[in-house]
């Protein structure tokens, strides 16, 4: 949780929940898991727990305390809708960023059919306010069904993370797709990213008019690889007028 992040995409995280289980093959070297563990143990430590899933109710009124407007990753050290998050506890969370709506909000989860229950039922009369921007994880084709739970959830704003890219996405259904972020795994046993994959995005999002950003070839470190792609970087964010205005055109993919 911190005020200020090094994730290119946003400007903060806000983790009202810590730890997480792996449910894909995107989850084998994850970062988050890797950086909890070391404080396992450790008395008095945020991670005393390592990354054993913990709430924070402490930390629900946090956005409160920023006043001036930022991004801000959601849960970058868990998934807003593990399975063992108890729904009221969403609902609070959601509650928070209703209120503190001068920030913009980055929700990405793995766990993409509890998320558009959550939020078909939350907003059924209505829908996400467009500061909360909906994401789901897509490492592979196995999981592509993700995309179809973000394409039938009532929201404004949705965009994939597809980090790590794992192989080829090749005619994406970016239908109701905002924006797409583009990544390569990080660590000690990382996986290779190939330029086509990358390039192949990218033209896919540009014929479609999706905003592309990628993050990172990824390496050892994050920053191993750097992040141009073609001699340029690409750092697009969604056009918020264009998707409002899409919104009544198209709706939400029920």
């Given amino acids: 949780m911190a005020d200020k992040s090094n994730i290119e995409w946003t400007d903060a995280t806000w983790n009202p929940v810590i730890g997480c289980t792996k ?30 899933l913990k709430l924070w109710p402490s930390r629900l009124n946090l956005p409160f305390e ?16 593990h399975e063992s998050i108890p729904r009221d506890f969403i609902s609070q969370i959601f509650d928070t960023m209703e209120k503190a709506r001068w920030h913009t909000y980055h929700i990405l989860t793995k766990r993409s059919s509890r998320m558009r229950d959550f939020i078909n039922d939350r907003y059924r009369n209505s829908s996400v306010p467009s500061h909360i921007w909906l994401g789901v994880s897509v490492e592979e084709r196995s999981v592509l069904s993700r995309v179809g739970h973000l394409q039938q959830t009532n929201s404004n704003v949705r965009f994939l993370s597809l980090e ?23 660590g000690p046993r990382f996986r290779p990213l190939k330029t086509e994959w990358v390039r192949e995005i990218r033209d896919q999002c540009n014929e479609k008019g999706v905003a592309f950003f990628f993050k990172q070839w990824g390496g050892i470190r ?7 792609l073609d001699g340029r970087i690409w750092n697009q964010y969604p056009n918020l007028t264009e998707v409002i205005i899409s919104r009544f055109n198209i709706g ?3």
């Fill in 222 to 228: 994050p920053k191993s690889g750097g992040n141009l």
């Fill in 164 to 186: 790590p890219l794992l192989e080829p996405l090749d005619k994406l259904d970016l239908k109701g797709i905002h924006w797409i972020i583009v990544g390569g795994e990080s």
């Fill in 23 to 52: 449910v894909s093959r995107g989850c084998e070297h994850c970062y988050a898991k890797r950086f909890s563990e070391r404080f396992r143990g450790v008395k008095d430590h945020p991670y005393q727990q390592g990354f054993d």
């Fill in 66 to 81: 920023w006043k001036r407007s930022r991004y801000i990753f959601v849960n970058s050290m868990s998934d807003l809708f």
């Fill in 252 to 254: 939400y993919l029920k």
